[in-house]
T-cell receptor, first 115, second 115 residues
Framework: GQQLNQSPQSMFIQEGEDVSMNCTSS?????WLWYKQDPGEGPVLLIA?????ELTSNGRLTAQFGITRKDSFLNISASIPSDVGIYFC???????????????FGKGTKLSVKP | GAGVSQTPSNKVTEKGKYVELRCDPI?????LYWYRQSLGQGPEFLIY????????DSGLPNDRFFAVRPEGSVSTLKIQRTERGDSAVYLC?????????????FGPGTRLTVL
């Protein structure tokens, strides 16, 4: 099935550093989402973006919906050990009438923090 | 409140056997989704229910896969004649109405291993 291009695949960072990851697609999406998945758990929604150009923050997390609607990025500021996990971007189409389509995920960015 | 639950958490079966995976969505959620996540990949869409009916089953890989939601709440994903390639984590998600800004909440998944 279709998957988005997400980079980097993995990264090690020093606690306190800022992190940036991004996602690109060959097709346009109506919605971009960022999820975090911990081992043995399902993905948990971090940020949802619904309009091209939208910039949204959730605590230390900031994400933007690219103006072309084909890309998005996620920034994490001042990383802490509990930020460790796998981050997934997901794009979503919207059907005629407004109902949501299924999510199409990237392959994930594995974040490891050096204590 | 209770989130999405999935049973069993782990299932080991032999090639050729039949398996059933269960999903209990969040109470009151009318939309239910099944995804499959292979090792090192993002989740991939399988099927979407709106109420009792399958609104989109375009992600089911072949006719060995089938899912039901007879009363519009609990759903069962059924896999016939399992193959080693079916080994993956099967994730279930639910959302309130399947509307354009609904959040999909994921369960912890069922890890299926086909020997």
């Amino acid at each position: 099935g279709q998957q988005l291009n997400q980079s980097p695949q993995s990264m090690f960072i020093q606690e306190g550093e800022d992190v940036s990851m991004n996602c690109t697609s060959s097709s346009i999406f109506n919605t971009w989402l960022w999820y975090k998945q911990d081992p043995g758990e399902g993905p948990v929604l971090l940020i949802a973006l619904y309009k091209a150009g939208e910039l949204t923050s959730n605590g230390r997390l900031t994400a933007q919906f690219g103006i072309t609607r084909k890309d998005s990025f996620l920034n994490i500021s001042a990383s802490i050990p509990s930020d460790v996990g796998i981050y997934f971007c997901a794009g979503q189409h919207r059907h005629y009438g407004g109902s949501q389509g299924n999510l199409i995920f990237g392959k994930g960015t594995k974040l490891s923090v050096k204590p | 409140g209770a989130g999405v639950s999935q049973t069993p958490s782990n299932k080991v079966t032999e090639k050729g056997k039949y398996v059933e995976l269960r999903c209990d969505p969040i109470s009151g959620h009318t939309a239910l989704y099944w995804y499959r996540q292979s090792l090192g990949q993002g989740p991939e869409f399988l099927i979407y229910f709106q109420g009792t009916g399958a609104a989109d089953d375009s992600g089911l890989p072949n006719d060995r896969f089938f899912a039901v939601r007879p009363e519009g709440s609990v759903s069962t994903l059924k896999i016939q004649r399992t193959e080693r390639g079916d080994s993956a984590v099967y994730l279930c998600a639910s959302s309130l109405e399947g509307g354009g800004t609904d959040t999909q909440y994921f369960g912890p998944g069922t890890r299926l291993t086909v020997l």
